[in-house]
């Protein structure tokens, strides 16, 4: 296992970096990063159905469509991203590929449990939701982990004002969330900041899997990945193609 640490906030090239990862090499990753403010969704929803556009354009939040189906989600830099890029098995499918997250918050004292859509829920409320791609062999798994996320702001672009207007859309699945750093304060009186949490997940991660130093991505790999964004992540037509 490789784990990889994204140099970037910028959604487009983290969604093509994941690509990249996925269908150019042949590797297993662990692939992290962070995203400045936008909405992520899902491959065969439709935009209009999921995202409020004028608060998005308003707050400039970037709207962006992955490969990976499943529901729609809002990210900001107090939001982790983890990302499990790996060669085909013939295990069916399954959540197993949330253990080394799980193993990682209950070594910090946070009881998280997994949900029954491959999710993780705490206290009753979901703090990461996951999405899967198959193809040529390979899988992508990877999830959200809301740790000191704008709430408020999650609410507000999640709640589109034309809901269900294309009809043969995949429509998101509404639940109750809850910050990380929320239930720490609760629990611990304290909570690191979003940097520090994230220091902290990625040590944990690289103990789980027995690695002593991250694998940064090269030169050449970024002009690849760059490639990608501008020839896909960064255009309307697939953005926008519902």
Known sequence: MNIVVSPSTIPSFNLAAEEYLFSQK?????????????????SNQAVINEVDLDFCIENQITVIRRLSGGGAVYHDRGNINYSFIQNKTDEPLSAKFLNPIINT???LGIPALIGKRKDIWLDGYKISGTAS???????????TLL???DLNVL????SSKQKNTVKKATAS??????????????????APDVKSFY??????LMSFF???????????????????RKNKYIQRDWNYKM
């Open 147 to 149: 740790y000191d996320t």
């Open 210 to 228: 027995n690695i002593n130093e991250l694998n940064n991505l090269q030169i050449e790999e970024i002009e690849k990945i760059e490639e990608i």
């Open 105 to 107: 918050l209950h070594s």
């Open 26 to 42: 042949y590797d297993d990753f662990v692939f992290l990063y962070i995203n400045d403010s936008s909405v992520i969704i899902g």
């Open 133 to 143: 791609h198959i193809s040529r062999g390979r899988e992508l798994h990877h999830g």
């Open 173 to 190: 699945v509404p639940s109750p969330v809850i910050n990380i750093k929320t239930h720490l304060l609760k629990s611990n009186g304290n």
């Open 155 to 158: 609410q507000r672009v999640l």
């Open 199 to 204: 220091e902290i997940v990625k040590e944990r």
